[in-house]
C-alpha cells in the first residue's frame, strides 16, 4: 500500500508531491491514515480568505485507490509532511 | 453597467451583506444586548459600504460617522505556533522600531500599501471604511506560506532554504491585503477563472505597490512577484513574473513555473482551486500588455482602470471575458478624451487570447470597439463544468488495516493524477 500526498495552492501556487510506502509510515502516521480510512475525511466548509494550501491524501493498493481532499486547518499533521518531506 | 447598490446574491462575505438590512433593523433593536450589538455594527457597516459603493459612483461624499480615517496597523507575534493571531507586539502608536525584523517588515509594507490605496485610489484600508490591519508573523514552524484567512495576513518564516521570511516582500504584503480589497469589493470566488482574477488582481496591485514606492515606470519595473523571499537554495528569478508567464522559475526540487501567458494554455486541474495560482498569468500578462502600451507609471491610468473594474464593475463570478470588456469599457469611461487607451486594453487582453479582432461583419456585436470575445473563451464559458475523473473502485473500509499485512504490490496509477 502507497500513500501520496499532494499539497497545492498558497501565495506560491507550487504542487508539491511526496508518496511513502505503508511500511515506511511512523506509527502515528499510520494510526492517522487508518482513522481516515475508517472514517473518511470530515466535512470541509469552503476556506476562508486567499492562499490557503489545500491537500490531497491518495491511498493506494491492489483493490484500488482513495482520495481525500482537505483544506489546510483540518489536514491531519502527522501526514501533511509527506507532501514536502524527503 | 456601473453597480450602484450590493448585490445579496452574491455569496462571498456573509457578515455585510447576506442578512437583509431589514432584518438587521429588528436585531439591532431588540433585547438581546450582544446581538443588538453585533445587529448594530453589522448594520453600519453594511449601510457605509453601501454608501461608499454610491461614492464611488457619484463622487458625492460618504458619512464620515462610520468611516474611522488614517491607518491603524497591528502586528501580533505567533511565535510558531499556530493560533492566531498571537501576541501583540507593535501597534499603530509605537514608533520605536522592534529589534525583531519581521515585525518591521510587516508594519512598514502594511503602512506603504495603506498609503498606496488611499494616496491613488482615495481608499481607507481594505474595506474603504478603515479597518484595522492585522498582521501576524512567525506562523507555524518553517511555514512557506502568506495568507489572508478573512479577517487578516498571516505570515510565516519559510523553510530557509526554498523560502526565507514572508515579510521581506512588499508585493507579498501588498498582494495579501488585496485579497482583502476583492472580498470587500469584487467578492471573487476562489476558484477557476473569477479565483484566477482574484489572484490576478492581487498580483496586479502588489507590483503596483512596489513600482509606487520606489518610483519605477511600466519600462523600469521587474514585473516579478516573490523575489525578495527566495532563498539561496532556490533556482529561479521569483514565484511569478507577470510579463513573462511561465519563465520565473525552473528548480530541481519545484519543477518548472507553470503559468500560462495565453488562454490557449489555460490549465485545466483539480489542485489549488482550479489553478488559481497558475491561470492568473493570463490577465497579469494582459495587464502589463495594458500598462506598458498605454506607458508612464502603471498606478495612474492602467492602475486605476484596473482599480475601479475590480471595486465597481466585477461581481462574485466574473470571468476573463467580464473582466476584459470590463476594463474596456472602464477605460472608455475614464478617459473619454483619449479612445486609444481603450484601444490598447483591448489590444492587451487580445494578446493573450482572451479577445480577438472583429470580423467586419460582426461590428455591431462587438464590446470592445474592434475586439470580440475569442471563440475559445465563449466556449469555455458556455461548457459544463469539467467532466468528473473516472472514479477508480473505492478500498473497502478497514483495508488500510488489511494491506498492512500483505506486501505492497505495484501502484495502480490514478486516472486524476492526469489532471495535474
Known amino acids: ?86 | 453597467m456601473h453597480s450602484t447598490g450590493f448585490d445579496a446574491s452574491r455569496g462571498g462575505c456573509p457578515c455585510c451583506f447576506i442578512v437583509p438590512p431589514q432584518m438587521l433593523q429588528r436585531l439591532a433593536t431588540s433585547g438581546d444586548a450582544g446581538l443588538a450589538e453585533t445587529a448594530g455594527r453589522t448594520l453600519r457597516l453594511t449601510q457605509s459600504l453601501v454608501a461608499f459603493r454610491a461614492q464611488l459612483s457619484t463622487g458625492a461624499p460618504s458619512p464620515a460617522a462610520a468611516k474611522r480615517i488614517g491607518p491603524r496597523r497591528q502586528i501580533f507575534d505567533c511565535k510558531g505556533f499556530n493560533d492566531l493571531p498571537g501576541d501583540l507586539v507593535r501597534s499603530e502608536t509605537d514608533t520605536a522600531p522592534s529589534p525583531d525584523k519581521a515585525v518591521n517588515e510587516a508594519f512598514g509594507h502594511a503602512g506603504t500599501t495603506w498609503d498606496f490605496y488611499k494616496t491613488i485610489f482615495g481608499r481607507e484600508s481594505v474595506d474603504g471604511i478603515g479597518k484595522t490591519l492585522v498582521s501576524s508573523i512567525h506562523y507555524s514552524q518553517k511555514y512557506d506560506n502568506a495568507f489572508w484567512n478573512g479577517q487578516q495576513m498571516v505570515y510565516g518564516d519559510g523553510d530557509g532554504v526554498i523560502f526565507q521570511r514572508f515579510t521581506a516582500a512588499l508585493d507579498v504584503i501588498a498582494h495579501e491585503l488585496t485579497h482583502g480589497v476583492t472580498q470587500f469589493s469584487a467578492q471573487l470566488a476562489y476558484r477557476d477563472q473569477s479565483g484566477a482574477l482574484n489572484e490576478s488582481m492581487s498580483d496586479v496591485f502588489g507590483t503596483m505597490v512596489k513600482q509606487w514606492a520606489l518610483g519605477q515606470t511600466v519600462d523600469q519595473a521587474d514585473w516579478l512577484i516573490g523575489a525578495a523571499i527566495m532563498a539561496p537554495g532556490f533556482s529561479g528569478r521569483a514565484l511569478r513574473d507577470m510579463a513573462n508567464p511561465g519563465s520565473a522559475y525552473d528548480d530541481p526540487r519545484l519543477g518548472k513555473d507553470p503559468q500560462p501567458g495565453d488562454m490557449k494554455d489555460y490549465v485545466q486541474t483539480e489542485a489549488d482551486n482550479g489553478g488559481v495560482h497558475t491561470n492568473s498569468g493570463i490577465p497579469n500578462r494582459a495587464f502589463v500588455l495594458a500598462a506598458k502600451a498605454i506607458g508612464g507609471n502603471s498606478w495612474e491610468k492602467t492602475g486605476k482602470i484596473w482599480y475601479v473594474t475590480l471595486t465597481e464593475r466585477l461581481t462574485g463570478n466574473a470571468d476573463f471575458a467580464k473582466c476584459a470588456t470590463e476594463t474596456v469599457s472602464v477605460a472608455r469611461d475614464l478617459f473619454p478624451e483619449d479612445s486609444s487607451i481603450a484601444a490598447k486594453v483591448a489590444k492587451a487582453w487580445a494578446d493573450v487570447g482572451v479577445l480577438e479582432e472583429a470580423p467586419s461583419t460582426a461590428l455591431l456585436a462587438n464590446i470592445a470597439g474592434a475586439y470580440v470575445i475569442a471563440p475559445r473563451v465563449r466556449e469555455m464559458a458556455a461548457a459544463a463544468p469539467l467532466p468528473k475523473t473516472k472514479k477508480k473502485k473505492p478500498l473497502p473500509p478497514r483495508a488500510a488495516g488489511k494491506a498492512a499485512r500483505v506486501t505492497p504490490k505495484k501502484k495502480a496509477k490514478s486516472s486524476r493524477s492526469k489532471t495535474r
Open chain 1, 1 to 86: 500500500m502507497k500513500i501520496i500526498v499532494e499539497r497545492s495552492g498558497g501565495f506560491a501556487g507550487i504542487l508539491r508531491r511526496g508518496e511513502k510506502e505503508l511500511s515506511a509510515l511512523s506509527p502515528e502516521q499510520q494510526m492517522a491514515l487508518q482513522k481516515l480510512l475508517d472514517a473518511g475525511a470530515p466535512p470541509a466548509p469552503a476556506q476562508m480568505g486567499a492562499d490557503r494550501f489545500t491537500y490531497r491524501i491518495e491511498v493506494q493498493d491492489e483493490h484500488g485507490s482513495r482520495s481525500f481532499i482537505f483544506p489546510e486547518a483540518l489536514m491531519p499533521a502527522s501526514l501533511a509532511g509527506i507532501a514536502t518531506g524527503p
